[in-house]
């Protein structure tokens, strides 16, 4: 019976052994996950605090963990290449950049391809990382290719970190890293391909003591060192103070940091606020003219309109005038017909010179309104009224000239 007992029961844990396997395995790629997004995001912050003291270059350690930081998160889970004999060869996380990023505008990845110096793909992917720091647009080329699902699933494996939830906190992870000035020399040791990048743990780890365990090592170590001494008590102990005073020391050190960086902070904000304040000052005064130049315009405008539709008026008015006058011709070359047929030559050839005139005078004064005389209408009308009537009295006169002929 014991013998069955623990028979069914191995067996029970044989059975189970496959999901416990499973289990194992998702916790494991759950906390390697977990692992390198916290490391990166001590690393950004390392980085940050760095930058207010000292320039960032390829020397710097926050720098050169956080590119092996980085460079580990894009090389999660990455496929292989498949080769014509079905084997599958290492790749990069260029390779997967280069093809995710190709929309982003104004991008490096042509420059970076046609680079001399740098020859292997994962040299290139550093080189790229230093670029895009440099250009302020690291946080844009992750997040334009994160949005590129298709191209992501074709170069990565399932529980890679770019396909998780923990790319979107990637992406803004990175975005704090645009107010850095970097300074990068893509010729030196650092875009060596031929080593893969280490990550230094040993900056974020921190490990604190609770007071209990500090006295009580401190209690085994009197008892060992004084042993023979049967005076000492734990009161008399020293140490414990000694620690005290070191972490106050150590916070008041770091509140006079940040003091120090609030103040610098503070005197280039309100630098910054009287530059802005100035150029506020100068544009509102370079508005002010302009307005001004509008409304004179507009005002120039107005009255330039208005004067030209006062000449369109008087030169209406002339153009009137001049067909009443033709009118006033045609009607005078009329009565000299009816009056005298016999002269009908003559009448012909008046009306004639008449017309020619006419057509001689039907420029005049139109040039003349042009010119500015706009006020001659009245001096024309008479003008034709008295030559109408001496054509008027002139066929009575020639009708008369023959009873005072002699016989």
């Known amino acids: 019976m014991a013998s069955r007992s623990l028979g069914g029961l191995s067996g029970s844990r044989g059975g189970g052994g496959g999901g416990g396997k499973k289990s194992l395995s998702a916790r ?10 916290t490391v990166c995001r ?37 496929k292989g290449q498949v080769t014509w004999f079905g084997y599958e060869s290492p790749r990069s996380f260029w390779d997967y950049i280069r093809v ?26 550093r080189a790229w990382i230093r670029v895009a720091l440099m250009e302020k647009h690291l946080s844009e080329y992750i997040s334009t290719a994160l949005r590129d699902f298709k191209t992501t699933r074709r170069f990565y494996e399932d529980g890679a970190i770019v396909l998780g939830e923990e790319a979107n906190m990637l992406a803004g992870m990175l975005l704090g890293l645009n107010a850095i000035d970097f300074s990068f020399c893509l010729k030196g040791e650092g875009l060596d391909g031929t080593f893969p990048a280490v990550i230094d743990y040993t900056p974020y780890l921190k490990f604190e003591q609770s007071s209990d365990s500090i006295s009580s090592d401190e209690e085994e170590l009197r008892t060992f060192g004084s042993s023979d001494s049967e005076s000492s008590t734990p009161e008399n102990v020293g140490p414990p103070l000694i620690m005290d005073e070191n972490s106050w020391f150590n916070k008041c050190k770091r509140v006079r940091q940040k003091y120090q960086l609030t103040l610098e902070q503070k005197g280039y904000l309100e630098e910054l606020l009287r530059l802005r304040e ?27 309109k208005e004067q030209l539709e006062y000449i369109i008026v008087e030169l ?18 009329l009565s000299q017909a009816s009056l005298d047929p016999s002269h009908s030559q ?33 001096s024309y009308k008479s003008l034709t009224s008295l030559k109408s009537n001496d054509c008027l009295a002139s066929p009575a006169a020639e009708m008369a000239s023959p009873g005072l002929t002699p016989s």
């Open 278 to 304: 100035n150029q506020l000052s100068e544009s509102v005064s370079q508005n002010k003219v302009l307005l001004q130049r509008i409304e004179d315009s507009d005002l120039a405008h107005k009255l330039e």
């Open 28 to 37: 494991n790629a759950a906390v390697e996950r977990r692992n390198l997004i």
């Open 100 to 125: 995710a990023c190709r929309k982003v505008s104004q991008n490096c990845i042509c420059s970076i391809e046609n680079m001399e110096n740098v020859s292997s793909s994962r040299a290139k992917g």
């Open 316 to 333: 209406q008015d002339q153009l009137k005038s001049y067909q009443s006058l033709d009118q006033l011709s045609a009607e005078v070359s």
């Open 346 to 378: 003559d009448g012909d050839g008046k009306q004639d010179s008449l017309n020619f005139v006419g057509e001689g005078k039907e420029d005049t004064p139109s040039l003349l309104g042009l010119c500015g005389s706009l006020t001659s209408v009245a």
């Open 42 to 78: 001590f690393s950004v912050k390392t980085l940050i605090d760095r930058s207010c003291f000292e320039t960032i270059d390829d020397s710097s350690p926050e720098f050169n963990n956080f590119a092996a930081v980085l460079e580990q998160i894009l090389s999660h889970r990455l």
